[in-house]
């Protein structure tokens, strides 16, 4: 049992390492990658790199502890994954927490939603769509060209047939109180009486097509929606990392155990 034990946790700490090693070859090869110039790109770069070196070292340090049958490496390493556990555990109850809120308002006899700053949870404006972040964020908009997309859409009952996803409704139109005329799907004229509403919004239009509603409120919601939808789906995600992280655990604790000098019976 014990070369079982030991054995299981060098194969998972293998592919925890391979995991770990791609993760940094995608980050570097963003980085140096003449397409990666860009800030959005540059942006997750580092993430990808810190989370990839800290797989790796830990990987290492359970592949050194189990094959040598090292318990002082082991406890270690044991106790860095029991930290991940309480992590993921805490990050699934805080997601579900700052997302809960975050209900669109349906546009009659059109296909799609406007949405309001205010239907949100306080931490996710305050640390998401704050000044710092929103350049970052404007980049990655900017970069992906999404508002591109609805240029399909020959006339203005083409538009509004459309099913917008809340990225497109926020950031590459103005909002529907304002009562913008269309010209295209990314060009729209203002009333010759003013705007319809006070929406400050709709001052904040533009239509520079690199600009357009990058700046305004509903599309710093646009962005909230679509992480709300992001981490909903990230749930089962990081429900699957836990459970692998658990197996993980559960493992290299039976190795310190078959590994002690009077070797203590572990089913796994």
């Known amino acids: 049992m ?5 054995v299981l946790t060098t194969i ?6 391979l995991l770990g090693v791609l993760l940094i070859f ?12 860009t800030l ?9 790199l810190f989370t990839g070196i800290f797989l790796v070292v830990l990987a290492v340090l359970g592949i050194v502890g189990a094959t040598f049958k090292i318990n002082a490496i082991l406890y270690i390493y044991s106790a860095v994954l029991l930290i991940i556990i309480l992590g993921l555990l805490a990050f699934a109850i805080f997601a579900l927490v700052v997302t809960n809120k975050g209900i669109g308002k349906a ?5 799609f939603q406007d949405y309001r700053i205010g239907d949100y949870s306080k931490w996710l404006k305050k640390h998401v769509v704050n000044e710092n972040n929103w350049a970052k964020i404007k980049s990655c908009l900017s970069d992906s060209r999404i508002c591109m997309a609805l240029a399909q859409s020959k006339n203005s009952g083409d538009f509004y047939r459309r099913n917008l ?6 950031c590459c139109k103005p909002p529907g109180d304002c009562k ?4 295209n799907a990314t060009y729209w004229q203002a009333p010759k009486s003013g705007p319809g509403s006070n929406d400050p919004d709709c001052a904040t239009w533009s ?4 600009k357009l509603c990058y700046n305004c409120g509903s599309c710093k919601v646009g962005v909230l929606t679509n992480m709300r939808h992001l981490w909903r789906g990230f749930a089962v995600l990081n429900f699957s990392i836990l459970i692998f992280v658990i197996v993980i655990y559960s493992v290299s604790c039976c190795a310190i155990r078959n590994n002690q000098a009077i070797p203590e019976p572990c089913h796994i």
């Open 207 to 210: 239509n520079n097509q690199k």
């Open 26 to 37: 995608g980050a570097i090869w963003t980085t140096v990658h003449p397409g990666g110039e």
């Open 2 to 6: 014990a070369k079982t034990s030991n």
């Open 180 to 183: 913008f005329l269309f010209v």
């Open 165 to 170: 996803n809340p990225l497109e409704s926020g």
């Open 107 to 111: 546009v009659s006899g059109q296909g």
């Open 12 to 17: 998972l700490n293998v592919l925890t390492l």
């Open 40 to 48: 959005c790109e540059k942006t997750f770069a580092k993430p990808y």
